[in-house]
């Protein structure tokens, strides 16, 4: 009886040894990181910056920034937002694990547009009296050089490479091409009038730019740096963004309150959304299913099904919605 009591005791602690070593060799797996695709607006009027969530499409927070806020990107690993304010010469830096503003940066004056290089150590900030671009260290977040560019430079787009940046001069009717290694400006090209904004293919080929005063939108061959194609759109085009397969362009016209979509190999609209009341930026998921774009005039977003080219949902923000960024933002460990 003894043996077979002794046998079982063995068997029995044989096992929890056996358990404990598994658990201690191979401890179980932490549940996965969860992440929220975001969208950031800017609110002119209000001084703020609302951020949306796009699994409900609902407001989760607003953030005050400085004063007129209008421009905004979010860095490529989805930690930072830059927003440039556009009365006060600053640039509001968000974090967006805590949507708090943890620094700002004095930047030349007037600032409108901001883009972010792909490795997310730069951003470029357009400042309209001064005709130059502040180029932002992220690391230190201090204004490291300044360009001169065209005359009241707005919108600003960098390719994927990190190489260029491409940025709209309103009242030259021209852009420049800017080397970021060199952070000096290697070719003008003359677009259409009056260039508000710019939006680059994900392949880096092709510069996209409204004009908005000549309702057109210029294409830039960016190897030869020309324009090889001009596309006749609705009234007031601003804002301007391209899917991340590259076959669609979505253009905000703000006068008739729509949206032009362009397929981008023939260069011609295919399609024209209403939209809210003065639509001013524009900005696409990273899967390319939806577009958010900001209406100036009754303070909404509209949310566009980008398969079938019609707005799902109506996003009440702040007052005078402007600029849009939309990024992947993952907890901190």
């Known amino acids: 009886m003894k043996k077979k009591l002794k046998k079982i005791l ?10 404990i070593r598994k658990h201690l060799c191979c401890p179980p797996k932490p549940p996965p990181i969860v992440c929220d695709v975001l969208t950031y607006v800017t609110n002119a009027e209000d001084n703020t910056v609302s951020v949306i969530d796009t699994a409900n499409d609902t407001v ?47 930047v030349g004056a007037f600032p409108f547009g901001v883009a972010i290089t ?14 130059t671009v502040s180029v932002i260290d992220t690391a230190t977040n201090t204004v490291i050089t300044t360009i001169p560019v065209g005359t009241v430079p707005f919108g600003v787009a960098i390719t994927p490479n990190g190489t260029r940046a491409y940025v709209a001069n309103i009242l030259s009717n ?90 981008t190999a023939s260069n011609t609209v295919i399609a024209t959304i209403p939209v809210g009341a003065f639509p001013l930026g524009v900005a696409i998921t990273s899967d390319g299913t939806r577009a958010y774009v900001t209406n100036f005039l009754d303070n909404t977003v509209s949310v566009i099904d980008t398969a079938s080219n019609t707005v799902i949902a109506t996003i009440l923000v702040g007052n005078g919605p402007q600029g849009v960024a939309i990024g992947t933002v993952c907890p901190e460990e």
Not at 79 to 105: E, G, K, L, P
Not at 212 to 232: H, L
């Open 118 to 131: 792909p490795d997310g150590t730069r951003a470029y900030v357009t400042n309209q009296t001064d005709n």
């Open 60 to 106: 989760i927070a607003t953030i005050p920034v400085g004063a007129f806020p209008v421009g905004i990107a979010i860095t490529p690993d989805g930690t930072r937002a830059y927003v440039t304010n556009f009365v006060d010469n600053t640039v509001s830096v968000i974090d967006t694990a805590s949507n708090t503003v943890i620094a700002t940066i004095p």
């Open 174 to 263: 021209t852009v420049s091409v800017i080397n970021t290694a060199a952070n000096t400006v290697i070719a003008t090209i003359t677009v259409g009038f009056s260039p508000f904004e710019v939006a680059i293919t994900p392949d880096g080929t092709r510069a996209y730019v409204t004009n908005q005063n000549d309702n057109t939108v210029s294409v830039i061959d960016t190897a030869t740096n020309t324009v090889i194609a001009t596309i006749p759109v609705r009234p007031g085009p601003r804002g301007i963004a391209i899917t991340p397969d590259g076959t669609r362009a979505y253009v905000t016209n703000a006068e008739p309150d729509l949206v032009s979509v362009i397929d």
């Open 10 to 19: 063995k068997k029995k602690l044989k096992k929890k040894v056996k358990k």
